[in-house]
């Protein structure tokens, strides 16, 4: 028995050595048959890919995180978004850009008649005062001249100037004169801020 016995710890103990080594051996194996059929795959898929060129290269929504798909969807969106916005404010500055310039058409042409219409009111204020101008040119001295002091001193310098020299020496003869030298101040100031060049 006690002859035995070391025998059998010595079996025993390069069995354990032994177990331990197949399992390495069986893992290696596995890791490397493993590894052969990912790359036989691998290499199969690139020469699929190689061969069938109407495949596209790109990265669909399921190879990219979940979170980076959705703030990629949203921020296009946003920029949708804004671009509509802009397209708006571009419509409504072209609307108003129109408008504006249809506003300055019609401005113009009131300018235009308003003009025109100053200009004949003009004329015909021209001509009345013309007409009048030779009534009191007409009339007796006398008359002129009662008239003539009843009038503002600057209204009545108007006529005296636009009179014959004649004629208004005259009046000016047959007015008061006070009212005399008044109208010969007014008609003697009339063009003193008047540029002389």
């Not at 006690?2 to 390495?24: E, W």
């Not at 790359?39 to 690139?46: E, L």
């Not at 503002?152 to 030298?181: C, I, K, Q, S, Y």
Request: glycine fraction near 6%; hydrophobic fraction near 50%; aromatic fraction near 4%.
């Amino acid at each position: 028995m006690t002859h035995n016995a070391p025998r059998r710890l010595r079996r025993s103990g390069a069995t354990v050595p032994l177990i331990v080594g197949l399992f390495v051996g069986s893992a290696v194996l596995r890791i490397a048959a493993g590894s052969d059929a990912a790359f036989a795959t691998d290499v199969g898929a690139v020469e699929e890919m190689q061969t069938d060129e109407a495949i596209p290269m790109a990265c669909g929504p399921d190879d990219m995180p979940a979170a980076l798909f959705s703030a990629l969807q949203d921020r296009e969106a946003r920029v949708a978004a804004r671009e509509i916005q802009i397209d708006n404010r571009m419509q409504a500055l072209r609307v108003a850009e129109a408008e504006l310039s249809e506003q300055i058409i019609a401005l113009t042409e009131a300018e235009a008649s308003l003009s025109a219409l100053v200009t004949i009111a003009d004329g015909a204020a021209e001509n009345d005062i013309g007409r009048l101008t030779a009534v009191y040119e007409n009339m007796k001295p006398g008359d002129a001249a009662a008239l003539f002091e009843e009038m503002d001193p600057g209204f009545a310098a108007g006529f005296v100037g636009r009179m014959r020299p004649e004629a208004a020496a005259a009046v000016m003869t047959n007015l008061e004169p006070a009212t005399a030298h008044l109208i010969s101040v007014v008609l003697a100031g009339r063009n003193a801020n008047a540029p002389t060049q």
